[in-house]
């Protein structure tokens, strides 16, 4: 299947762009302070000193970075979620608000700690990551599950498992479909998630440490916790998905890649707004491999974010 096969099905997001169909997601899950510095090579695994090229400190998490995806997007989005009342907290809540993302349920507690990750990143793109992953209540009966009903799609990282069972198993009530996004966790963490989610999105390494293989084979086994779609991203070998007894295949779309950083993060945050805009599955992966592909093309886990009418030029061009 070629890349723009399906760009027919992608003009409702059209509409998100102009404002005349509204689509709100609301993303829960990690918000981290991300200290980046850039070399020109990775760390060998021993003991040594590298220079660097370059340093920055950007606003990254799964769910945060899927949030400001959708923002610049063009689609209407809240973050949901919990960091320190520290100056990593206040930075990530600013960063949130210029992007446009509605951040009255992002909780700064007093007495937590913020999540802070330190990134390298080759010349290439790759990239090594460090994370503490910051100290808050588990309990998320704070959440304002009311405010589930006007949304168009949930989105949630593995990160904060309460907070993402009460908002899957509230949107799952009202027939509003959820998005997970499946990063590292535990097996417990999936074995209660994946009942609620609608539409499983792994990694590659995530899939292989809980189903033992990232073979298309897995996501077919995966099938028995009901979800109605079960994929996993490939980086450049594209994204394949299992559906209605099926395996399906997106082929990436090539672009230089100068930083890999996030890419994942906004796949999943475009598939979450594309799929709550209506889109069919196929299409939906299109349009999220494109997204993450422009993104690739810029240094730093939120900078070459596209526009929905950006991206569907983009799509155009490629054969």
Not at 9 to 16: E, N
Not at 100 to 120: H, M, T
Request: aromatic share 8%; hydrophobic share 45%.
């Amino acid at each position: 299947m070629s890349a723009s096969a399906h760009i027919g099905d992608l003009s409702a997001l059209a509409d998100v762009a102009s404002k005349a169909r509204t689509v709100h997601v609301i993303c829960l899950g990690l918000s981290a302070l991300d200290q980046v510095w850039r070399v020109d090579r990775l760390f060998a695994g021993r003991s040594e000193k590298v220079k660097a090229a370059g340093y920055g400190t950007l606003g990254g998490g799964m769910a945060a970075n899927a949030s400001v995806a959708i923002a610049r997007l063009g689609a209407s989005v809240a973050f949901w979620g919990r960091a320190g009342n520290d100056a990593a907290g206040h930075e990530m809540k600013s960063a949130f608000t210029i992007e446009g993302v509605d951040v009255e349920n992002f909780r700064l507690f007093p007495d937590g700690r913020s999540s802070v990750s330190g990134i390298i990143v080759d010349s290439s793109g790759e990239r090594q990551i460090v994370n503490f992953r910051g100290l808050f209540p588990e309990a998320a009966d704070w959440l304002p599950l009311e405010a589930v009903a006007r949304a168009s799609s949930v989105l949630a990282d593995p990160r904060w498992v309460e907070g993402a069972a009460t908002l899957f198993s509230e949107a799952r009530a009202r027939g509003i479909p959820t998005v997970l996004d499946g990063d590292m966790a535990d097996a417990e963490v999936f074995e209660r998630l994946l009942p609620l989610t609608d539409h499983a999105i792994f990694s590659e390494p995530a899939l292989t440490s809980f189903a033992g293989s990232a073979k298309d084979d897995s996501l077919a086994a995966l099938a028995r916790f009901g979800c109605r779609v079960i994929a996993v991203t490939r980086g450049e070998g594209g994204v394949s998905w299992y559906e209605n007894g099926q395996s399906h295949r997106q082929a990436a779309y090539a672009v230089e890649v100068v930083d890999t950083t996030g890419a994942g993060d906004v796949f999943h945050g475009a598939y979450a707004l594309a799929i709550g805009g209506g889109l069919d599955v196929r299409a939906a992966m299109a349009f999220s491999a494109a997204t993450a592909a422009m993104k690739c093309r810029h240094a730093g886990g939120r900078n070459g974010i596209p526009d929905i009418n950006e991206c569907l030029a983009f799509m155009r061009t490629k054969p």
